[in-house]
């Protein structure tokens, strides 16, 4: 697991950041990007203003950041919005964060579709407002056809996922469908959140933390790491083009020797 921190972002546009929706033959563009937006609270703090204007400040940076995503040609982008840690946070931020998450999902609907970006919830969704969760239902299934896909993860959490995951191979053995020799990589895989979804070449944290905070645990065993210290609703364009730079001079070998 490698981990680059940089304090001043470059901002080298690569040649190969062409706008494709094809993963980059020489490997050079991610074609998953999952990202720790951290920093809403501290950006807030440093201006005294309420948490969860910081909160609001980042959604504008997720707007953003689709679109980066978009002009360079990435097919996934994971957001890790709100943790099960988080549920314990004073109950009026969590009130507040589940409007804006919701309003933010009624905003951008025509987008996500202008676009053909299909949105996918990981996480224990069931633990949601059931007007969030009927708004993210009607939404997920509005969208399902589109190729290109955002993912957000809401009361989420890895060790969350990976225990989901257990629970659903344990009734396989129960039924008698699975035997615990046949389980492997796979199996376990297969029952995380998005089987489908490939692991994310690349996880970008704002705010300096190094930290993994719980997030994508199985997944991210040979994601690249690019931590900034950019809180994330100050999370700009050549933030990220800096990120794609950094992504793309790593010698990614997962285990292996390159001849």
Not at 52 to 68: D, N
Request: one cysteine or more; charged letters at 30%; aromatic letters at 8%.
């Amino acid at each position: 697991m490698a981990v680059a921190v940089y304090t001043e972002p470059r901002m080298r546009n690569l040649f190969s950041f062409t706008g494709s929706k094809e993963p980059d033959a020489a490997g050079r563009k991610p074609v998953h990007i999952a990202v720790i937006m951290d920093g809403n609270g501290r950006w807030a703090k440093k201006r005294g203003l309420p948490r969860l204007a910081g909160h609001r400040a980042g959604s504008e940076s997720v707007r953003r950041m689709l679109t980066y995503c978009r002009d360079a040609g990435i097919r996934y982008l994971t957001l890790y919005a709100f943790s099960t840690e988080n549920w314990s946070r004073p109950k009026d931020e969590v009130s507040g964060l589940m409007h804006l998450l919701e309003g933010f999902i009624k905003e951008h609907e025509s987008d996500l579709l202008e676009k053909q970006v299909r949105l996918r919830v990981i996480g224990r969704r069931h633990d949601l407002p059931e007007k969030l969760q009927t708004e993210i239902a009607r939404l997920e299934k509005e969208t399902e056809a589109f190729d290109r896909q955002l993912l957000v993860a809401l009361s989420y959490s890895g060790r969350a996922e990976l225990t989901d995951a257990v629970r659903r191979i344990a009734e396989r053995i129960c039924d008698g469908s699975l035997r615990p020799g046949e389980i492997d990589e796979t199996t376990i895989s297969a029952n995380l959140y998005a089987p489908d979804v490939p692991d994310p070449d690349l996880i970008i944290r704002t705010s300096g933390e190094m930290r993994i905070s719980n997030f994508l645990l199985w997944e991210c065993a040979y994601s690249e790491f690019y931590v900034t210290p950019v809180l994330w609703p100050d999370f700009q364009e050549q933030d990220f083009l800096a990120a794609l730079d950094a992504y793309a001079a790593r010698d990614r070998r997962f285990g292996g020797v390159k001849a």
